[in-house]
């Protein structure tokens, strides 16, 4: 997903979109590290604040970049993804030291709250922008139908994590449980966000200003 997006030189939003790949994909290795159990206790505590951290700018970028792509399309690409990395790495930060306070001081309901609750809502959000974008556009029925599919696949990773994670181990003999089908259903998601931009990304080279011998022109 990656290699294709930075394959579309002169998309919308690609670079936003390839700064939440690998968000993602940081955030999925880390996890992959914690759950090998491999790491000292010691350690596990700054390890699970930076992973979490990146679980929460990871859905952050994914807002904040749709927000740039659609309504701060004007100001130019550098400055808006600028203002993605920008922001995110602020929000990273400010997550990474929320967390580990709250972690180091046990609060179980602060922690649910801002990497699960916030980032529910964030992604509420990004929904309604982007359902607004498609009707501002009068898209076709395939980019609503990726859209309606991510969020559903969002919805269903979400499930097995409070509901039925003993059924699913205790069916498949311990080998699967509930984190399992929670990665396996975001990933989908994750694709299906991926094909749902691709449906919707003008594929159109952005104006640039550039000042030649004191006159601005267009490129």
């Known amino acids: 997903m990656i290699k294709g997006a930075n394959k579309k030189y002169s998309a919308v939003g690609r670079k936003e979109m390839v700064t939440f790949f690998y968000m993602?994909?940081?955030?999925?290795?880390?996890?992959?590290?914690?759950?090998?159990?491999?790491?000292k206790k010691n350690v596990l505590v700054y390890l699970t604040s930076?992973?979490?951290?990146?679980?929460?700018?990871?859905?952050?970028?994914?807002?904040?970049?749709?927000?740039?792509?659609?309504?701060?399309?004007?100001?130019?690409l550098l400055k808006s993804i600028l203002i993605v990395r920008v922001v995110t790495f602020v929000y990273f930060v400010t997550s990474i030291v929320v967390i580990y306070m709250f972690l180091m001081a046990k609060n179980s309901f602060i922690i649910c709250f801002f990497t699960f609750i916030l980032n529910l809502g964030l992604a509420f959000l990004y929904l309604i922008l982007?359902?607004?974008?498609?009707?501002?556009?009068?898209?076709?029925?395939?980019?609503?139908?990726?859209?309606?599919?991510?969020a559903l696949f969002f919805m269903s990773g979400i499930l097995p994590l409070f509901f039925g994670s003993e059924y699913i181990a205790l069916l498949s003999d311990r080998y699967l449980d509930g984190l399992f089908f929670f990665h396996l259903f975001i990933?989908?998601?994750?694709?299906m966000i991926h094909k749902y931009w691709l449906s919707v990304c003008e594929n159109e080279a952005e104006c640039i200003s550039l000042i030649v011998k004191g006159e601005i022109k267009n490129v």
């Open 50 to 76: 930076l992973q979490l951290s990146f679980a929460n700018s990871t859905v952050f970028c994914l807002f904040i970049g749709g927000l740039t792509s659609t309504s701060l399309v004007d100001i130019g």
């Open 130 to 150: 982007q359902v607004l974008k498609l009707i501002r556009l009068d898209a076709e029925v395939w980019a609503y139908g990726t859209l309606i599919i991510s």
């Open 24 to 39: 993602y994909l940081a955030t999925i290795s880390l996890e992959t590290v914690l759950v090998s159990g491999v790491l």
């Open 187 to 191: 990933f989908c998601g994750i694709i």
